[in-house]
C-alpha cells in the first residue's frame, strides 16, 4: 500500500506564491511518473504539470511560464512551485504518482492520488 500526503495549500493574494508538496510512502519500489491536476468549482479536473523518470517535463498552457514542476527522488517526492498565481489558478489540487511496486518476484503499476489541498487566490 501507498500513501500520498500534500502540503502547501493556502490563501494567498494575487501576484503570489506557494510552493506545494507531495510525499509518497510505503511499499514504493520506484516512482515512475508524477504528476498535478486541479479541479476548480464546476469544472473538470485537469493536469497542470507532469514530470518524468528522466526529469521531462511539460504544462498546461495556463501554467507556462508560472508554475514549475520538480521531484526529488530520494524523498519520494514532487513539487509545485507556483508564482504569480491570479485568480483563476484557485482549484483544489492533487498530486498523482505511478507508483511500481515490488512483490512475491512481481512488480506491479499504480497510480495513486494525494488527498487534495485547496489554493484560493484571492485579494
Known amino acids: 500500500q501507498v500513501q500520498l500526503v500534500e502540503s502547501g495549500g493556502g490563501l494567498v493574494q494575487p501576484g503570489g506564491s506557494l510552493r506545494l508538496s507531495c510525499a509518497a510512502s510505503g511499499n514504493i519500489f520506484s516512482i515512475n511518473a508524477m504528476g498535478w491536476y486541479r479541479q476548480a468549482p464546476a469544472k473538470q479536473r485537469e493536469l497542470v504539470a507532469a514530470i518524468t523518470s528522466d526529469g521531462s517535463t511539460n504544462y498546461a498552457d495556463s501554467v507556462k511560464g508560472r508554475f514549475t514542476i520538480s521531484r526529488d527522488n530520494a524523498k519520494n517526492t514532487v513539487y509545485l512551485q507556483m508564482n504569480s498565481l491570479n485568480p483563476e489558478d484557485t482549484a483544489v489540487y492533487y498530486c498523482?504518482?505511478?507508483?511500481?511496486?515490488?512483490?512475491?518476484?512481481?512488480?506491479?503499476?499504480?497510480?495513486?492520488w494525494g488527498q487534495g489541498t485547496q489554493v484560493t487566490v484571492s485579494s
Open positions: 498523482n504518482q505511478n507508483v511500481t511496486i515490488k512483490r512475491l518476484g512481481f512488480r506491479f503499476d499504480k497510480y495513486y
